[in-house]
């Protein structure tokens, strides 16, 4: 395997560090071996999202196996890890995740193992602070949601073609070609998310949703962004959330809201309810993608397929004009 020769080099201390984050996390038993069937040689990439995983896809191509802890309609802020998943880690050459406390309830096995000095990765902690939004919940923390400014995502595509160089310098050239082939593919999906929010009429560019996920979103494409709950889902929406939404609501006249497809819709309902009782009606938008992709195997299940669902979901709710099937005339498939 040339540089990629790690797996005897780190398995020992890894299966250390992640023992005792099994412990830390109440998991039972450790016999179980994850079924992804036969080594083929190339080196294990285990990520935690599936946008993350789409990132890694795309700059590896077949250079490495990548694995994705987490796959459509989970939430990551509330994601357990599993003994599965312990094991998985374990046996990985390479980690990466978010960060910035995305991964909240299994963050201390994957900074445990950053900190072991393995080749772990966090994304988010490539970012300058002045490129971050703040926690508005928690000031200790940034806003996780990165990936809804496609432009910051390029970023991070790039940085990460250059870090998976110097992993494995014998795949350099492919992994800067692979990466650059993206970045090329994000820049048209940028643009096109700019010109159909763009569209939207101003008095109706507020973009309500179940939960703060969209702040990056609402700064890049200049649309209002307002959440029933806070950047994270652990967070709790009270009676005056609600009335205080609904009051935004009416006073705009806003035409739809939308729900997440990782949270329960039913506060978002709640809004509906409470904005025909002052004789307003609002419908439901659309379901969009926040902290998880679409299904495997579809347009939706990738990144640019998750954004460009959004994007032109929320346009034409808004009363913008998208075309039905979006960017590539692919949505549904």
Same mark, same amino acid.
């Given at each position: 395997m040339g540089h990629f020769d790690l797996r005897n080099r780190v398995v020992m201390g890894l299966a250390g560090v992640l023992l005792a984050g099994v412990a830390a996390l109440g998991l039972a038993?450790?016999?179980?071996?994850?079924?992804?069937?036969?080594d083929?040689?190339?080196?294990? @990439? /285990? #990520?935690t999202t599936g946008m993350i995983a789409d990132m890694v896809r795309h700059t590896v191509g077949e250079h490495a196996n990548v694995t994705a802890l987490m796959g459509e309609g989970v939430d990551p802020h509330?994601?357990?890890?599993?003994?599965?998943d312990v094991l998985r880690l374990q046996d990985a050459? @390479? /980690? #990466?995740?978010n960060g910035l406390f995305l991964e909240g309830r299994m963050g201390d096995?994957?900074?445990?193992?950053?900190?072991?000095?393995?080749?772990?990765v966090a994304v988010g902690d490539w970012l300058d602070e002045a490129m971050l939004l703040d926690d508005e919940a928690n000031a200790e923390h940034a806003d996780p949601h990165v990936w809804m400014d496609v432009d910051l995502w390029s970023r991070l595509v790039d940085r990460f073609g250059d870090w998976m160089g110097e992993v494995d310098p014998d795949h350099t050239d492919d992994y800067r070609a692979n990466a650059d082939r993206y970045i090329a593919e994000l820049t048209e999906l940028h643009?096109?998310?700019q010109q159909v929010i763009d569209s939207i009429p101003a008095e109706h560019r507020v973009l309500v949703t179940a939960h703060d996920a969209f702040n990056y979103f609402g700064l890049a494409y200049d649309i209002e962004v307002r959440g029933v709950y806070g950047i994270s889902t652990d967070s709790q929406a009270g009676t005056h959330d609600i009335n205080r939404l609904v009051d935004l609501i009416v006073e705009r006249q806003l035409p739809a809201v939308f729900a997440e497809s990782t949270i329960d819709d039913r506060r978002v309902r709640g809004l509906i309810e409470g904005a025909a009782s002052r004789d307003h009606t609002l419908r439901l938008g659309g379901e969009l993608f926040s902290d998880a992709m679409g299904a495997a195997d579809t347009y939706e299940g990738t990144y640019i397929g998750m954004i460009d669902h959004n994007a032109t979901t929320i346009a034409r709710a808004l009363g913008g004009d998208a075309p039905e099937r979006g960017l590539h005339g692919r949505l549904g498939e």
């Open positions: 038993g450790c016999g179980e071996q994850p079924a992804d069937g036969a083929d040689g190339r080196p294990e @990439i /285990v #990520v509330l994601y357990r890890p599993t003994r599965r050459d @390479i /980690v #990466v995740y096995v994957l900074e445990q193992q950053r900190q072991a000095g393995r080749h772990v643009d096109y998310v």
